[in-house]
């Protein structure tokens, strides 16, 4: 069990260029979620899914798309990167039994904007 | 919308010192659940908390929900070196709702001077 997995797990980008982080998870939860995390600022919540095909706006989402097409795999596209968007992605996944919603994170993607 | 106000943002200590963090929510949680993040690492779940006044114990945490489940602490007793890091407060609104969706604080950075 690999757990949730991210690729890639460093980039560096030019500002305007384009990139898709990709997010796997193993243990069929129907949950997934895009957060970034900036020096104080906590996790902020960018996107998130419900289930496979449907995605929803977080807190922060805009500059970012996101994609479902498979219950494991949680996609975040940034069409034209900005410097804004130089931070620490993690993605996560959870399931909901009774009222346990555990989220595993997987272990980040520190991508950097010049 | 939902906030979740972390504090203090930054604690240092000296080993064997006792630690507490406090989250305090603007509506009312179903549940509330603390993770810790290591240096360079991911946010790791430690407990969820659903009951109104619940206490649960791990080792030398503490962990406390408040009455009107709007609150919570993480105690720690006599710090160790390997408390270090990042410990988060999560909540999910009590409304009802099957989503997964956790607003996170903006987390209490532990040091703890050998």
């Known amino acids: 069990n690999a757990g949730v997995t991210q690729t890639p797990k460093f980039r560096v980008l030019k500002t305007g260029q384009s990139m898709t982080l990709l997010c796997a998870q193993d243990?069929?939860?129907?949950?997934m979620y895009w957060y970034r995390q900036d020096p104080g600022m906590g996790l902020r919540l960018i996107h998130y899914?419900?289930?496979?095909?449907?995605?929803a706006k977080g807190e922060v989402p805009d500059g970012y798309n996101v994609s479902r097409l498979k219950k494991q795999n949680f996609l975040l596209g940034l069409e034209s990167a900005a410097p804004s968007q130089t931070s620490v992605y993690f993605c996560a996944s959870s399931q909901t039994k009774g009222h346990q919603e555990t989220q595993y994170f997987g272990p980040g993607t520190r991508l950097l904007v010049l | 919308g939902q906030q979740v106000m972390q504090i203090p943002q930054y604690q240092h200590v000296q080993e064997g010192e006792d630690f507490t963090t406090y989250c305090n929510s603007s509506t009312t949680l179903s549940n509330i659940q603390w993770y810790k993040q290591r240096p360079g690492g991911h946010p790791v779940f430690l407990i969820q908390?659903?009951?109104?006044?619940e206490v649960k114990k791990q080792k030398r945490l503490t962990f406390q929900f408040g009455e009107a489940k709007k609150n919570s602490s993480l105690h720690i007793t006599a710090t160790q070196t390997t408390d270090v890091g990042t410990y988060f407060c999560?909540?999910?609104?009590?409304?009802?709702?099957?989503?997964?969706?956790?607003?996170f604080g903006r987390g209490t950075q532990l040091t703890v001077w050998p």
């Open positions: 999560a909540g999910k609104e009590d409304r009802g709702s099957t989503l997964g969706r956790l607003y």
């Open positions: 899914s419900v289930g496979e095909g449907t995605t």
């Open positions: 243990m069929n939860h129907e949950y």
């Open positions: 908390l659903v009951k109104s006044g």
